[in-house]
């Protein structure tokens, strides 16, 4: 069977939402710690400060990538491209 090439923990639709940005680092680290494939950490945020906070911090630790996921509350593509500029 083929193995993992990518490991991507903490996605909008998962887990992350429901803990703190503490929490979150705390697994992204042991994730970081156990694998030997690049892993994308989820950093999804309601604000753009814990956003940016939890992007940096699990990218000093190691991630090969941050995923970041617009809110629901954006509908137009125009709205969607300016918050990603905006990160």
């Known amino acids: 069977p083929e193995r993992s ?12 939402p429901k803990l703190t940005i503490d929490e979150q680092l705390a ?3 042991r994730v970081l710690a156990r694998v030997q494939v690049p892993v994308v950490v989820g ?9 940016v906070q939890l992007a940096r911090a699990v ?4 991630a090969a990538g941050v995923m ?6 954006l509908r ?3 709205a969607i491209l300016g918050y ?4």
Do not use: N, Q
């Not at 090439?5 to 992350?16: S, T």
């Not at 970041?68 to 509350?73: F, I, L």
């Open 43 to 51: 950093v999804s945020s309601p604000g753009y400060a814990s956003l």
């Open 76 to 78: 137009a593509d125009d």
């Open 27 to 29: 697994v992204a680290r």
């Open 5 to 16: 090439r990518l490991l991507a923990p903490h996605v909008a639709l998962g887990e992350a």
């Open 59 to 62: 990218m000093d630790a190691g």
């Open 68 to 73: 970041v996921a617009p809110p629901g509350t």
């Open 84 to 87: 990603c500029r905006d990160i």
